[in-house]
């Protein structure tokens, strides 16, 4: 993991062992460094100064930004454990990804759903971007705490969350139906998010409860997926709030 910022969300996280943290030789000191100093020190992780060159060699970025985590890999979040409620009883709250690619996006997207609060990801297992060092440094962190399933079919497993109960909104821009007019309160729900310019897939569209889209004004058909998804998202929340 590379990046200032996310390898201090890795250390603050606790969620999986870093076994190590590299941070170039040459770096300018900075309050995030001294940071990132501290929390490994208290945390017992291994400190190493190297050569630039070495750092960046071993960094998967351009922009490893002088300072490299070497953690184990994220586990794998079980699907049939996100179909239930939390302990507190607030119900699943899911965000499902059909065929997203873009590393920048999948990264913008986790972030955007730590923030609003959704208990876990489904991404299908193939034709679609997993978790990457690129992913990690933009989610700033997120990756770490949010947990994600990896799914054969999103099809299938649409029908499965609805047999579970919950409530699937796709979120397509050939939608009549408006996103702001979504009928929801505080079910459970999952949130689809189609690829980058084709959308949601002929298949998972219709196994979806109901499919909205985001009003546009303008000659421009639809925006980004992350910020489509981070628009759902806080829709989502503030009808369930």
Same mark, same amino acid.
């Given at each position: +993991?590379?990046?200032?910022?996310?390898?201090?969300?890795?250390?603050?996280?606790?969620?999986?062992?870093? /076994? &190590?943290?590299?941070?170039?030789?040459?770096?300018?000191?900075?309050?995030?460094?001294?940071?990132?100093?501290?929390?490994?020190?208290?945390? @017992?992780?291994?400190?190493?100064?190297?050569?630039?060159?070495?750092? =960046?060699?071993?960094?998967?970025?351009?922009?490893?930004?002088?300072?490299? !985590?070497?953690?184990?890999?994220?586990?794998?979040?079980?699907?049939?454990?996100?179909?239930?409620? =939390?302990?507190?009883?607030?119900?699943?709250?899911?965000?499902?990804?059909?065929?997203?690619?873009?590393?920048?996006?999948?990264?913008? %997207?986790?972030?955007?759903?730590?923030?609003?609060?959704?208990?876990?990801?489904? %991404?299908?297992? /193939?034709?679609?971007? /997993?978790?990457?060092?690129?992913?990690?440094?933009?989610?700033?962190?997120?990756?770490? /705490?949010?947990? +994600?399933?990896?799914?054969?079919?999103?099809? #299938? #497993?649409?029908?499965?969350?609805?047999?579970?109960?919950?409530?699937?909104?796709?979120? =397509?821009?050939?939608? =009549?139906?408006?996103?702001?007019?979504?009928?929801?309160?505080?079910?459970?729900?999952?949130?689809?998010?189609?690829?980058?310019?084709?959308?949601?897939?002929?298949?998972?569209?219709?196994?979806?409860?109901?499919?909205?889209?985001?009003?546009? @004004?303008?000659?421009?058909? #639809?925006?980004?997926?992350?910020?489509?998804?981070?628009? !759902?998202?806080? &829709?989502?929340?503030?009808?369930?709030?």
């Amino acid at each position: +993991m590379e990046g200032r910022q996310a390898v201090r969300e890795l250390l603050l996280a606790g969620v999986r062992r870093t /076994h &190590e943290v590299w941070i170039a030789e040459d770096l300018d000191p900075s309050e995030i460094i001294d940071d990132i100093v501290n929390l490994a020190t208290e945390l @017992r992780v291994p400190i190493r100064k190297v050569s630039r060159r070495r750092l =960046d060699d071993a960094s998967t970025t351009e922009a490893a930004q002088g300072v490299l !985590g070497r953690a184990a890999e994220i586990p794998e979040a079980d699907l049939a454990a996100l179909l239930r409620p =939390d302990p507190d009883g607030t119900a699943p709250f899911l965000l499902a990804l059909d065929g997203v690619t873009d590393p920048g996006n999948l990264g913008a %997207l986790l972030r955007t759903a730590y923030c609003a609060g959704v208990s876990g990801v489904l %991404l299908p297992r /193939h034709r679609s971007v /997993h978790v990457t060092p690129t992913v990690t440094k933009a989610a700033a962190g997120a990756v770490e /705490h949010v947990p +994600m399933a990896l799914v054969g079919g999103l099809a #299938s #497993s649409i029908s499965q969350l609805r047999d579970a109960g919950i409530w699937v909104v796709g979120l =397509d821009s050939e939608a =009549d139906r408006s996103l702001f007019d979504l009928p929801l309160a505080g079910e459970a729900v999952c949130l689809v998010l189609g690829a980058e310019g084709r959308g949601l897939s002929r298949l998972v569209r219709q196994r979806c409860d109901l499919v909205v889209s985001i009003p546009m @004004r303008g000659h421009l058909g #639809s925006l980004n997926v992350s910020v489509s998804g981070a628009l !759902g998202c806080y &829709e989502v929340v503030r009808r369930r709030a």
